[in-house]
């Protein structure tokens, strides 16, 4: 599942499916019009009659309209990346739709998606982890966000790759385990746990410096990685790099208002890495 961006111009988003349950796109606005390529279908079955379908749906649940990705196309093309593109009708805004996968696919690619919108507000183009596939950002500032902290574990992975990106614990409850997550997590600078109750990250020195930027929040040379959330949400630090060894120990730095938030800093000894924590924020260093 993934949501899009509203806003009217888009850098070639991506996004490659697991085709094994249907995907929801929700739009974080109401669109007029969508384009897009198919790519890659890896087709293993026959050619589909009733699914291999985009549908589109308005705010209220209501139905659209509907691409048929297999009409007119016979199976000798069914591997070829192929356009579509949709202009609803006057009055028609979509907010979200619903791609159903036919045959037995491997999985697909949607690229080059571009859309417009009455909106004209940027927000980052941000994918809901689900259990299935692998999710990739581009090289801007995406955000990835699940309700469930297991999903990130059971998935295929979570890259940033370019930019500062960020991953957001939507759900209540929950505990997200950077050791049980391991390389599944890469190049996420900002951790969001405020969700919709208390939650707990769990997170080492070495997941600081492998996921951090240097000087991304703070002109201090330092490996920085930034948490955000609220009372309730908590933070378990332990001072450990992947080969389990023990070079120093985490300290309080003092507090730092970045972009408007007060975050209090925490830095390692030993090495050039730094922890931004929201203030409201518990954090336990062990």
């Known amino acids: 599942m993934q949501i899009l961006s509203q806003a009217p111009e888009l850098n070639s988003p991506a996004v ?17 019009s969508i384009s897009f390529r198919l790519g890659e279908n890896n ?3 026959p050619l589909s009659t009733d699914t291999n379908k985009v549908i ?14 297999d009409e007119n196309r016979a199976e000798t093309e069914m591997n070829v990346a192929q356009s579509f593109s949709v202009t609803f009708d006057p009055g028609k805004e979509c907010s979200y739709f619903i791609y159903v996968p036919g045959n037995e696919y491997a999985g697909v690619s949607f690229t080059d998606i571009a ?12 994918n ?36 500062t990106d960020t991953f957001k614990l939507t759900g209540a409850d929950q505990v997200l385990d950077m050791n049980e997550i391991g390389s599944k997590f890469s190049s996420i600078e900002i951790l969001d746990i405020k969700g919709t109750g208390d939650n707990t990250l769990k997170l080492s020195l070495g997941d600081v ?8 929040f703070l002109a201090d040379n330092n490996i920085q990685l930034v948490v955000k959330g609220d009372a309730g949400d908590k933070v378990v630090l ?5 080969n389990g060894t023990d070079p120093g120990d985490w300290a309080a730095a003092g507090a730092v208002t ?29």
């Open 209 to 216: 410096l492998e996921n951090g930027g240097k000087n991304l």
């Open 16 to 32: 490659y499916l697991a085709v094994e349950t249907e995907y929801k796109f929700k739009l974080n606005a109401p669109i007029q």
């Open 128 to 163: 809901i982890v689900s259990t299935e596939g692998a999710y990739y950002g581009d090289t801007g500032n995406d955000v990835f966000e699940s309700a469930l902290a297991s999903n990130v574990a059971l998935s295929a992975g979570v890259h940033g790759q370019g930019g």
């Open 258 to 286: 970045v972009e408007g938030v007060v975050y209090n800093t925490y830095q390692h000894s030993a090495l050039n890495a730094e922890l931004l924590v929201q203030q409201g924020v518990t954090v336990d260093l062990v």
């Open 43 to 45: 087709l293993t079955g």
């Open 115 to 126: 859309v417009t919108s009455s909106s004209t507000d940027l927000i980052p183009v941000s």
């Open 238 to 242: 332990d001072d450990l790099l992947p």
């Open 56 to 69: 589109f749906y308005d705010a209220n649940g209501e139905f659209i309209t509907y691409i048929d990705l």
